[in-house]
Each structure stands twice: as C-alpha cells, then as structure tokens.
C-alpha cells in the first residue's frame, strides 16, 4: 500500500517548543529501528534529540556501526553522504532538511577538480606524483574522485595521518577544499609554507607557473570556511592582552595566523575534551562556531571555567541551523507513518569510489 507523505506545511507554523514533544513522541515511536547522529555545530533545540554526538571522524565511525534502519542526520548534507556511502543494505540515511549545505564543500566541485588533474597533467603525471586528499567537508564525488585517483579522505582529527600516508606513496598532495586545514597540517609537518601553493581553480593552471607546479609539495585548493574566516588575529591578541593567564583554542579550519596564535588546535571533539579536562577556574577564548561554544560555556560553568567566544559579531553554521525542531518532527513523523522522506542516496558506482576513499581513510586512522 502507497504512504502518503505527511506535508511540511503542517510543521512550518509550528513554535519551536510545540515541536519538542512530538520529537520525542516519535522517537519512542521509532525506538530502535531509527538513530539520531548530531554534529557538535547543530542548535541546541535539536542537539538535545541526538541519541549519538560527535565531530566528523567520529559521526563517520558511528554511522559506520550502526544497525539502525533509519540514521536521520543533524549535520550537513555532505555528513548525511558519508553515512548512506558507509552504511548496509538495509539502512537509510535521512538528512532533515536538504538545504542543510556547507558553504565549504560548495568551493570545490567535481567538474573543476577534473580540469585541475588535467592542468597538472600537462606539466606531470598525476596519477603519479600526486595523491587527491580530500576533506570529508565535500561532496561524494569528489570522494569518489579521490578512491579512483589513489586518493583518500581525511577529517580535521587525522589530517596529519592521512597526508604522511599519502606523502609516503606520492612525492606531492592536491587537498581540497580547504586550503586552512591543508596548510596547517603541512606546517605541523615541517612543510614550508613556500612549497605549499594555493590552487585557485578559477585562473588557468590554478593561477601557478609549471615550475611552482613541479616544485610544490602540496597545492592547496583556494576554499575556506565561511564560519571560520570570521575568526581573526587581533581577536587573539586583544584577548591576550586582557587575560594573560587565559588559553586559546581553534578550529583548523581557522586561518594561519590565528591556528600560530593559538595555544591548541584540533577538531570539535578535541576543543571539547580538552577543555572539559582543563583546571577549574580556567579560561578559554575559542574559535570555532557559535553554538557549540555556547553549549560548552554553560557545561563549565559550575566548574568555575569561562569560555568566551573569539569574534564580536555571531558566527554560526547557518546552514545547519535549517536543521530545526519543525524539520526533525516532520522528517520522524514521517518515518512513523511509514513514509522515508528526505533520503539521501548517493549513486551506486559514485559511492562504491567514495567507499574507497574512506575506507583507506578509517583504516588509517
Ligand atoms: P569537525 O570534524 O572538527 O567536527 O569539523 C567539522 C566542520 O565542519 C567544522 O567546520
Ligand atoms: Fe561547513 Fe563551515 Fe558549517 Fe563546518 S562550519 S559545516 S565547514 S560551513
């Protein structure tokens, strides 16, 4: 018998508070035929549902072990990727709302990858010399692109791992998208910052000489974070000045002026742990995004621990904010009645690919 699909329409007007309980009504509902996975960034409104919580590495592992017949998404689309790529025959992952994108991920797409492979190839052989690394901020083809070409995945937790294993099997890496996360991991390996070279893939041969092409050891594809880039030195420095005792911890995602500023740097799961592990009464100014320094400031808050924010003006993941509470009601109710709406299903032969590439990149780290 055909379900029909319960509207969205009927959730829209729905206030935030009036959506709390039928999340959990049919959560209970669903009880363990659907899992929850919710990336650290997600509003509090809808983390609070998140039966799993984790940075990038660690949702891709879980989403991995699950058994789960539905695994419903509070991340970003490309996260919700990784779980179908990584996931059994049996199970579907669901992202709330399609909409929920990462401005990053949408800096670099398959079409310019290909024509960069093609550029470098007149001055070397690719396939060769360069290992594709990818950030799991991408879209699934680009991972399939990376588990065709050699390449692999990486998350902001192992990126050091995964560029000495592909330095280790090729002499140079193209990394892409996010030239933040690529250039402080070269620099943490000793990797001058003069043989790693932005690829900015609108300018013919990403803007390089074919000399700089064969003497670079990493071209760093020209892609930021939009959430991130917020993050600036002189908020390192005023801060410092007004709290000389204080610590100051980033995203790698943050550029490298900040990432040298910073006292540590590492994934969500890395700033989290380190300051729940940190003394009582300590203080941290953070740079990474708004919801989950918020969420950590009150957790510490009975230890005596300030945790302040690193911008003055608000830097939040808007687009996984468009994970609401109306969005997670409808996408389970729907699932309730039988209905499996906003399935993300990544093609066959794309994902078979991708599956290399992560699977190169969990079996190393
Ligand atoms: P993490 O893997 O550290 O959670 O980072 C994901 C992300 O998108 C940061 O902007
Ligand atoms: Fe993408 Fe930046 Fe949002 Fe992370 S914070 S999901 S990199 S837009």
Known sequence: MEVSTIGFDRF?????????SRIVAAKKALG??????GHHYQRADVYKHADLTGDSLRLSKLASQTDAEYIVFCGVHFMAEVADVLSKPHQKAILPDLSAGCSMADMANLAKVERAW???GEVLDPDEKITPVTYINSAADLKAFCGEHGGIVCTSTNAREILQWSLNRREKVLFFPDQHLGRWTGYLMDIPLAEMLVWDPDEPMGGLTPQQIKMARILLWKGHCSVHQMFQAQHVLRWRQQNPTGQVISHPECNFEVCKLSD?????DFIIKTIQQSAPGSRWLVGTELN??????????????VVQFMAPTVCMCS???????????????????GKVVNQIKVPQREAELARIALDRMLAVS
């Open 12 to 20: 829209k007007p729905l206030a935030d508070d009036a959506c709390e």
């Open 32 to 37: 363990e035929r659907a899992v929850i996975l």
């Open 292 to 305: 989950l320094v918020n969420r950590l400031a009150e957790e510490m808050k009975p230890q005596g621990k």
């Open 118 to 120: 093609r550029e470098i």
């Open 264 to 268: 540590y740097v590492g994934s969500t």
């Open 319 to 337: 687009t996984m904010a468009r994970i609401d509470p109306q969005h997670l009601a409808w996408s389970l109710e729907n699932l309730v009645a």
